[in-house]
């Protein structure tokens, strides 16, 4: 059955724990609870004791009734076993009260934990890892691991009420006691035979689960694409192979979690057997009465019942386990932008900034195979804009991203303001940073909210300065509702250009000292983009801009120009100095921008001619 397993390998984060390990874990998010642990605790140890009651009471009652047979004397053992009866469900039914209380909290801590533990790391991780197994971990594992603390408290009930029976049985026939005893053996060691096999199964159906919501949330983010190329059939085979393997993995977990209860009763079978024949020798000699017998008869189901929930236990326990494993994985899994670095980070405040930016012989690799900047130097002077062109793979993106400290780099340096960008708080680091990548990302909510997004506590007066700062604020007549127009999941209600000028205006508000634009208006109409030009004009002016140039525009607008190949700066200088040299970057004036020229001045006339006729 090796082929159900192909592609549910272990992600690179993961990590073994030991059981000990995983419980003080779980006993740490327990402890802030102790006094409701204590009085569930207590409400368990009373529902045992009424649940051992009954028994005991009836078995007595036997003997008494064999005595003394009156109405009086069955009327007050009935009202014993109903009052034992209605105390325990009044007991049982104030340990589920709390102790669903404290599950819940302790649950809704984990997730907090994991889901900011996620947040925190840099993209890299999110890189190598799909997005759809994260959160499957944040999800499901973390509901998971709420049925491993239900099933420790269901496991000391029963702990509980098979050591109460047990010193009872000791009272009436140490003998027999023994033999019942003597059967913990062979029930411990069948429940420990499937410890390790029980977790195995168990982590590899939480991967396949992970892998099959992975591939249904990439699905139904590109279902764009696949409708446009018809592959919605490729999409529904990818499915049905990944389901047909998470049945199979599914059949061989049932399977093995459920071999153990037919194990455990056959051992019950012989239990009870050797019980009858023993006890019924017993009360035959006299050494135990009728009542006794049956208690003990009635022992062996209260006993072996609990002993099977607990091997079956240890199976589910071990599920859970899993599922906290794979929690505490993600949790204890270091972002590389932190750990990096041999010294102190994090430990210098990062306000006031001016914006000067320096990177000394830097090497950088994504995954390590392929050295993306190998040994990188430029100097970005305050309030200077600098384009960065060059062929796609270049590096230009790369030098964008490290300077937003989103990667940790290899080697060499990273300098703002003449300070080690490692050792800059990052929180207070990145309100100074402005960034609009090649696709703006939108949230749900209006255009208002998105705004807002770069200064939450911003006013409405203030959002709206910043929206009309772009292109005068033309922009916003073009929206059904102006800021309050819904803009959909990822922003779908409004086109590539507009999504644009939410970003900027989002950026505008947040007055960044460093701005970083991964231009791309390729894909907007001359007007949509003479808009998002000036308002880069209103965004770049006095402060240090870093712009991924596609447009000729932006490039001649820039301070100056850097041009890039294989991760090294091969050229550099003003529009017109680098065509006077006639390098690499004429080659890509006549290759990409030259065919701009005219466009952006057509876009200039057209805009004009609108804003004409709409003041008329």
Same mark, same amino acid.
């Given at each position: 059955?090796?082929f159900?397993?192909?592609?549910?390998?272990?992600? +690179?984060?993961?990590?073994?724990?030991? $059981?000990?390990?995983?419980?003080?874990?779980?006993?740490?998010y327990?402890?802030?609870?102790?006094?409701?642990?204590?009085?569930?605790?207590?409400?368990i140890?009373?529902?045992?004791?009424?649940g051992?009651?009954?028994?005991?009471?009836?078995?007595?009652?036997?003997?008494?009734?064999?005595? $003394?047979?009156? *109405?009086?004397?069955?009327?007050?053992? @009935?009202?014993?076993?109903?009052?034992?009866g209605?105390?325990?469900?009044i007991?049982?039914? #104030?340990?589920q009260?709390?102790?669903?209380?404290?599950?819940?909290n302790? #649950?809704?801590?984990?997730?907090?934990? *994991?889901?900011?533990?996620?947040?925190?790391?840099?993209?890299?991780?999110?890189?190598?890892?799909?997005?759809?197994?994260?959160?499957?971990?944040?999800?499901? $594992?973390?509901?998971?691991?709420?049925?491993?603390a239900?099933?420790?408290?269901?496991l000391?009930?029963?702990?509980?009420?098979?050591?109460?029976?047990?010193?009872?049985?000791?009272?009436?026939n140490?003998?027999?006691t023994?033999?019942?005893?003597?059967?913990?053996?062979?029930?411990?060691?069948?429940?420990?035979?499937?410890?390790? #096999?029980?977790?195995?199964?168990?982590?590899?159906?939480?991967?396949v689960?992970?892998?099959?919501?992975?591939?249904?949330?990439?699905?139904?983010?590109?279902i764009?694409?696949?409708k446009?190329?018809?592959?919605?059939?490729?999409?529904?085979?990818?499915?049905?192979?990944?389901?047909?393997?998470a049945?199979?993995?599914?059949?061989?977990r049932?399977?093995?979690?459920n071999?153990?209860?037919?194990?455990m009763?056959?051992?019950?079978g012989?239990?009870?057997?050797?019980l009858?024949?023993?006890g019924?020798?017993?009360?035959?000699?006299?050494?135990?009465?009728?009542?006794?017998w049956?208690?003990?008869?009635?022992?062996?189901?209260?006993?072996?019942?609990?002993?099977?929930?607990?091997?079956?236990?240890?199976s589910?326990?071990q599920?859970?386990?899993s599922?906290?494993?794979?929690?505490?994985?993600?949790?204890?899994?270091?972002?590389?932008?932190?750990?990096?670095?041999?010294?102190?980070?994090g430990?210098?405040?990062?306000a006031?900034?001016?914006?000067?930016?320096?990177?000394?012989?830097?090497?950088?690799?994504?995954?390590?195979?392929?050295?993306v900047?190998?040994d990188?130097?430029?100097?970005?002077?305050?309030?200077?804009t600098v384009?960065?062109?060059?062929?796609?793979g270049?590096?230009?993106?790369?030098?964008?991203?490290?300077?937003? =400290?989103?990667?940790?780099?290899?080697?060499?340096?990273?300098?703002?303001?003449?300070?080690?960008?490692r050792?800059?708080d990052?929180?207070?680091?990145?309100?100074?940073?402005?960034?609009?990548?090649?696709e703006?990302?939108l949230f749900s909510?209006?255009?208002?909210?998105?705004?807002?997004?770069?200064?939450?506590?911003?006013t409405?007066?203030?959002?709206?300065?910043a929206?009309? =700062?772009?292109?005068?604020g033309?922009?916003?007549?073009?929206?059904?509702?102006?800021?309050?127009?819904? *803009?959909?999941?990822?922003?779908?209600?409004?086109?590539?250009?507009?999504?644009?000028?939410?970003a900027?205006?989002?950026?505008?508000?947040?007055?960044?000292?460093?701005?970083?634009?991964d231009?791309?208006?390729?894909?907007?109409?001359?007007? @949509?983009?003479?808009?998002?030009?000036?308002g880069?004009?209103t965004?770049?002016?006095?402060?240090?801009?870093? #712009?991924?140039?596609?447009?000729?525009?932006? *490039?001649?607008?820039?301070?100056r120009?850097?041009?890039?190949?294989?991760?090294?700066?091969?050229?550099?200088?003003t529009?017109?100095?680098?065509l006077?040299?006639?390098?690499?970057?004429?080659e890509?004036?006549?290759?990409y921008?030259?065919h701009?020229s005219?466009?952006?001045?057509?876009?200039?006339?057209?805009?004009?001619?609108k804003? +004409?006729?709409?003041?008329?």
């Open positions: 059955m090796g159900i397993l192909d592609g549910l390998e272990t992600e +690179a984060y993961d990590r073994s724990y030991s $059981d000990r390990e995983l419980l003080r874990r779980i006993i740490g327990f402890r802030p609870y102790a006094r409701q642990m204590i009085l569930v605790a207590a409400m140890s009373l529902n045992s004791l009424a051992t009651g009954g028994p005991i009471l009836i078995a007595n009652a036997i003997d008494t009734l064999a005595r $003394d047979p009156s *109405v009086k004397t069955t009327l007050l053992l @009935t009202n014993g076993v109903l009052l034992l209605l105390s325990g469900w007991f049982n039914y #104030v340990r009260l709390f102790s669903a209380r404290v599950v819940g302790v #649950v809704l801590q984990l997730r907090e934990d *994991v889901f900011n533990a996620t947040i925190q790391h840099d993209l890299s991780f999110y890189d190598e890892h799909p997005s759809g197994k994260i959160v499957s971990r944040v999800t499901s $594992d973390t509901q998971d691991f709420s049925d491993v239900t099933l420790v408290m269901d000391i009930s029963q702990v509980l009420l098979v050591l109460i029976l047990s010193i009872w049985l000791f009272n009436i140490v003998r027999l023994l033999l019942l005893l003597g059967m913990t053996p062979i029930a411990v060691t069948i429940a420990l035979s499937f410890r390790r #096999v029980a977790r195995t199964v168990t982590q590899r159906a939480r991967r689960t992970a892998k099959i919501n992975a591939q249904i949330q990439e699905s139904i983010s590109g764009m694409v696949a446009s190329f018809r592959q919605e059939q490729a999409i529904y085979d990818t499915f049905r192979v990944n389901n047909q393997q049945y199979q993995v599914g059949l061989r049932g399977l093995t979690l071999t153990i209860f037919p194990i009763g056959i051992a019950s012989l239990g009870v057997a050797t009858v024949y023993a019924g020798l017993a009360a035959r000699s006299g050494t135990v009465t009728p009542g006794n049956y208690l003990f008869m009635q022992a062996v189901g209260f006993y072996w019942w609990p002993l099977m929930n607990i091997a079956s236990f240890w589910q326990f599920d859970g386990l599922a906290a494993e794979r929690v505490f994985a993600l949790i204890d899994r270091e972002p590389r932008v932190v750990q990096a670095a041999n010294e102190p980070v430990t210098q405040h990062a006031p900034l001016q914006g000067r930016i320096e990177f000394r012989h830097l090497a950088f690799t994504y995954t390590g195979d392929e050295v900047l190998p990188f130097t430029l100097e970005i002077r305050p309030k200077e384009a960065l062109v060059g062929h796609t270049a590096g230009k993106s790369s030098v964008a991203r490290l300077i937003a =400290r989103f990667y940790e780099f290899q080697g060499g340096e990273l300098l703002i303001d003449g300070r080690n960008i050792r800059l990052l929180n207070q680091y990145r309100q100074h940073i402005g960034l609009v990548p090649q703006p990302f909510g209006t255009v208002r909210d998105n705004i807002r997004y770069g200064r939450p506590g911003a409405d007066e203030q959002v709206l300065e929206a009309l =700062r772009i292109s005068n033309d922009w916003l007549a073009d929206l059904p509702d102006g800021l309050d127009t819904y *803009v959909g999941e990822r922003g779908a209600n409004l086109s590539m250009g507009q999504r644009q000028l939410v900027l205006a989002r950026v505008v508000l947040k007055d960044p000292v460093i701005f970083i634009l231009e791309a208006t390729a894909s907007v109409d001359p007007f @949509t983009e003479a808009q998002i030009q000036e880069l004009e965004i770049m002016r006095d402060r240090t801009a870093i #712009v991924i140039a596609h447009r000729l525009s932006t *490039v001649k607008n820039a301070d120009i850097i041009v890039m190949e294989n991760g090294r700066i091969i050229e550099e200088g529009h017109y100095e680098l006077s040299r006639g390098g690499h970057y004429a890509l004036y006549n290759t921008f030259r701009q005219l466009e952006y001045i057509e876009s200039l006339d057209e805009r004009v001619f804003v +004409a006729e709409r003041e008329t």
